[in-house]
């Protein structure tokens, strides 16, 4: 009897959880808001989102169930998991293009915290993330690099500003910017 109260129990506690990731995984648009800013206080500290795979280990098998975390609550529109982002990421440095036509995170990451494969990675941008936008800007493209710990991220005015054709090229070359491990 107290068995099968249990067990009744648990299955209604587990068709919650989910119930709860489907809704989570099945692409609601506010969970794909980026942003990138930095806050004009004595830290400067870079505020900023990043788009990662839900389920899988490998950045663009399923490039439309991405989600967007960020190291601060974005408005509640957005994944925000302070504690794991914030052990994901290594380093990050801000760069903004004093003519307003972009702005970029660049820097490394821990791989093993979202349980990402040590391969090449891969690329999300404003075509292959349905319903992703980056708030500001019209574009986007991102770069995840799983093997070297690299990621990129830019916002841009223009499209060509934020070409998709690069990812082979590595975050580095794509996306000139400060890839030292510091904070």
């Not at 994901?88 to 820097?107: A, L, M």
Request: one cysteine or more.
């Amino acid at each position: 009897m107290i068995f099968n109260r249990l067990a009744r129990l648990s299955i209604a506690i587990l068709a919650l959880i989910v119930s709860i990731a489907i809704s989570v995984v099945s692409g609601a648009p506010k969970s794909k808001v980026l942003t990138i800013f930095q806050m004009d206080n004595p830290f400067f500290r870079t505020y900023f989102c990043l788009l990662l795979p839900t389920y899988s280990s490998r950045v663009e098998v399923k490039p439309e169930l991405a989600v967007s975390y960020c190291n601060f609550d974005f408005y509640d529109q957005t994944v925000y998991d302070y504690d794991d982002f914030a052990r994901f990421i290594w380093s990050v440095h801000y760069y903004k293009d004093p003519r307003g036509k972009f702005v970029q995170v660049t820097g490394h990451f821990d791989r093993k915290v979202f349980g990402l494969r040590a391969d090449r990675g891969g690329q999300y941008h404003d075509m292959n993330v349905p319903g992703a936008r980056c708030e500001n800007y019209p574009y986007f493209v991102q770069f995840l690099e799983p093997r070297t710990g690299a990621f990129c991220l830019r916002c841009c005015q223009s499209r060509g500003d934020c070409r998709t054709n690069q990812f082979y090229r590595g975050c580095a070359k794509a996306m000139p910017g400060d890839y030292a491990y510091k904070f």
